[in-house]
């Protein structure tokens, strides 16, 4: 394979995609789309959610001041909800709100969204300051799962059944499972 090189300012950072639940200081929900999601280990088979924010958003303003937040794995059917949040303000009189249901967190008293197959509990143990950009590093209280899905190991999560919204600057998809490590050896 040839390649070239060009400058930096292109990044193929595949990325899922979140819709991150807190409360406002009047304890309302708020829900706000979030694709600079990962994890690092936390030692003892444990693991942290990794999250950067940019800007002075009310999304981060709430993780910083409650330090505590859920983070809905945004599905292909979620689709219309994530790109509602990101782009408009809730509003009692907005007639183009898609419809949801809301939850609260199993473990921790944070908002939840019926819809989302996969829902972390996370709260803050540090938040690195980079620019105007925080990332939290959050180790993870709880995990609520679509009751189909049967996971093997720590590893074995079938992400055709999750039906995750891919973020790399456009939306994508998963089409298919390709198998488990070692298939082609």
């Known amino acids: 394979m040839k390649r070239r090189s060009v400058e930096p300012v292109y ?15 009047d304890g309302t929900s708020n829900f706000a789309p979030i694709t600079w999601v990962s994890a690092t280990g936390a030692g003892s088979d444990k693991y942290m959610l990794v999250i ?55 473990v921790l008293d944070v908002p939840t969204l019926d819809e989302s197959p996969w829902v ?23 995990v609520q799962m679509d009751e189909n899905l049967i996971c093997e190991d720590t590893f074995d999560v079938d992400l055709t059944v999750l039906d995750p919204v891919i973020y790399s600057g456009r939306y994508h998809s998963l089409g298919k499972m390709l198998g488990k490590i070692g298939i082609s050896g």
């Open 11 to 25: 990044s193929m950072c595949v990325q899922p995609s979140f819709i991150i639940g807190t409360y406002n200081e």
């Open 52 to 106: 950067s924010m940019y800007g002075s958003k009310r999304t981060k303003l709430n993780v910083i001041r409650d330090r505590k937040f859920s983070a809905n794995l945004v599905n292909t059917s979620m689709l219309p909800l994530m790109d509602y949040f990101g782009t408009k303000h809730k509003a009692e009189d907005d007639e183009t709100e898609p419809a949801y249901g809301e939850g609260v967190g199993k």
């Open 120 to 142: 972390y509990e996370c709260e803050v143990a540090e938040a690195v300051q980079t620019g105007e950009s925080t990332t939290f590093f959050c180790p993870i209280r709880n």
